[in-house]
């Protein structure tokens, strides 16, 4: 788990906000790896289970619907990261991590798989526009994101964070397990609030 220690943060001393170098490298690659969304599924979920087979059971069969609302937060975040004020964003993550342990059981360590398994699978999708730059504006993404998902989970007995409204959109609940989820992973053609 080298290089992504996300589970500390006490009021987040220790995680600064991306600079704007690394917001402009991760919506470059965003754009490079949204025209290839299967392959960026696949070699994501691939990598996950490689490194952690006990995590497949708790995802559903067919993951693409997963996928993509995990993506669409990512994206979201870094179109919110660019604009001055993230007291919102950081409020939905918080919810987000305390529904991640509430209803998925997930674990702070579980964040550093699915980071590597994000980092690896834009490393293999992005091609020719990956670099070790890119890889480090990832983390850093990822490293804030995480952080506050899991602020969110260690303070999952506050119910304010648990059932309080949310004043940004999150992406759809994925459909009841009896409902059938979409073949294909659909991620946005352009990284929102870049045009
Ligand atoms: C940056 C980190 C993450 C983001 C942005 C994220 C985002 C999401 C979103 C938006 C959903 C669907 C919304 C919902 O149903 O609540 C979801 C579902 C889920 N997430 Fe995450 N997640 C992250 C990390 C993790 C981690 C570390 C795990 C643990 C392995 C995890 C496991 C799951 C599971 C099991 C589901 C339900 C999937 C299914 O129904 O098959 N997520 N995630």
Redesign the pocket.
């Known amino acids: 788990m080298q290089g992504l220690e996300v589970g500390t943060v006490s009021d987040h001393p220790g995680v600064r906000r991306p600079s704007r170098a690394v917001i402009e490298a991760v919506q470059a690659s965003c754009l490079a790896v949204a025209e290839r969304p299967v392959r960026l599924a696949e070699e994501f979920y691939a990598s996950?289970f490689e490194m952690?087979p006990q995590?497949r059971g708790?995802?559903?069969e067919d993951?693409s619907?997963?996928m993509q609302?995990?993506t669409?937060?990512?994206l979201g975040?870094i179109a919110q990261i660019a604009t001055a004020d993230t007291a919102e964003l950081e409020v939905v993550?918080r919810r987000?991590g305390a529904?991640?342990r509430t209803?998925?059981g997930?674990?702070n360590v579980?964040?550093g798989?699915?980071?590597h398994a994000?980092t690896r699978a834009v490393r293999e999708v992005a091609g020719p526009a990956y670099s070790g730059a890119l890889s480090s504006s990832w983390i850093a993404l990822?490293q804030w994101?995480?952080a506050h998902?899991i602020a969110g989970a260690d303070a999952v007995d506050d119910e304010e964070i648990a059932g309080g409204q949310s004043p940004v959109a999150?992406?759809e609940?994925?459909a009841p397990?009896d409902r059938a989820a979409p073949a294909v992973p659909r991620l946005q053609g352009t990284v929102p609030g870049s045009n």
């Open positions: 996950l952690a995590l708790m995802f559903q993951m619907a997963q609302t995990m669409d937060v990512l975040a993550l987000l529904t991640h209803r998925y997930v674990e579980h964040y798989y699915i980071g994000l990822y994101v995480a998902m999150l992406p609940p994925r397990r």
